[in-house]
Structures are given as structure tokens and as C-alpha cells.
């Protein structure tokens, strides 16, 4: 398979994340090992506080974070995250996680991933996610 068609097989198979479907996320592979999720917060993705909601933070980061580790067409699943809150964000902000593989092994592969508020440039979260390679491709390598 050509590069370009692997990489777009690759692609077309992390769009079909339903959640992040559901939320109205635009999920893209940047290159293999890195990703970017961007999310405009919505009413409804805020806590009682009328802040955006933990769960609206981690799940763009996770989506990042999945989109990052899975860009090489081998499954991989999450085996550690570890997520740091730094500033609030509201209703209309434009959130985008970008995700960064700092380490790819054999079986683990570990990640840095940074959430930001697009307009202002704050970072708002920062995470780092271990993942664990199964010996299995869902796009088989040449």
C-alpha cells in the first residue's frame, strides 16, 4: 500500500470515534506519532460551576492521545493517563489538545499531550498517557 493510501486508511479509521463524533470533534493525524482534537465547548459541556466540565478536557485529551498512538496502524490502547487541570475554560472557548509521542517502543509508547484555549492561548491541562501496543495492525504495514 502507498504511503499516502496507508495514511489515509489510517486516518479514516480513527474518524470513526463515535464519542468524538457525538461531542462534534474534529480529530486529526498530523504525522505518525502526533495528533491534534479541536472542540468548541458548548452549554452543555459545562459543570455546575458553568465551567467546561473535567470529563469535556480529558475526553479531548484522550481522543489526542488515541488518535497519536493509533497513527501508526498498530492497535493500541490506553494503559496509564495521568491529567493535571491548570485553568478553567466556558461555554464558546475553542479547546484543541495536540498530542506528542515522546517515546515508541515495542510494546508501550508514551505521550505528552497539551490542552489549550485556542483564542486566548492559555494552556488549560496537560496530560501524559502510556499506551500498550498489541501485536495486532488495523492496516497491516507493507
Given at each position: 500500500?502507498?504511503?499516502?493510501?496507508?495514511?489515509?486508511?489510517?486516518?479514516?479509521?480513527?474518524?470513526?470515534?463515535?464519542?468524538?463524533?457525538?461531542?462534534?470533534?474534529?480529530?486529526?493525524?498530523?504525522?505518525?506519532?502526533?495528533?491534534?482534537?479541536?472542540?468548541?465547548?458548548?452549554?452543555?459541556?459545562?459543570?455546575f460551576h458553568g465551567t467546561t466540565?473535567?470529563?469535556?478536557?480529558?475526553?479531548?485529551?484522550?481522543?489526542?492521545?488515541?488518535?497519536?498512538?493509533?497513527?501508526h496502524g498498530k492497535v493500541a490502547?490506553?494503559?496509564?493517563?495521568?491529567?493535571?487541570?491548570?485553568?478553567?475554560?466556558?461555554?464558546?472557548?475553542?479547546?484543541v489538545a495536540e498530542a506528542k509521542?515522546?517515546?515508541?517502543?515495542?510494546?508501550?509508547?508514551?505521550?505528552?499531550?497539551?490542552?489549550?484555549?485556542?483564542?486566548?492561548?492559555?494552556?488549560?491541562?496537560?496530560?501524559?498517557?502510556?499506551?500498550?501496543?498489541?501485536?495486532?495492525?488495523?492496516?497491516?504495514?507493507?
Open positions: 500500500m502507498e504511503d499516502k493510501n496507508r495514511e489515509q486508511a489510517i486516518l479514516d479509521h480513527i474518524q470513526k470515534d463515535a464519542f468524538a463524533n457525538y461531542l462534534g470533534a474534529k480529530v486529526e493525524i498530523i504525522k505518525p506519532g502526533q495528533s491534534r482534537v479541536s472542540l468548541v465547548v458548548k452549554e452543555h459541556m459545562t459543570n466540565h473535567g470529563g469535556i478536557i480529558f475526553a479531548i485529551s484522550d481522543m489526542a492521545f488515541a488518535a497519536a498512538c493509533n497513527s490502547v490506553a494503559l496509564n493517563v495521568s491529567i493535571c487541570f491548570l485553568k478553567p475554560s466556558y461555554p464558546g472557548d475553542h479547546l509521542e515522546e517515546h515508541n517502543g515495542r510494546r508501550t509508547s508514551l505521550y505528552t499531550i497539551k490542552i489549550y484555549n485556542k483564542e486566548k492561548g492559555e494552556l488549560i491541562a496537560k496530560s501524559q498517557d502510556q499506551a500498550y501496543r498489541k501485536n495486532e495492525w488495523f492496516v497491516p504495514r507493507e
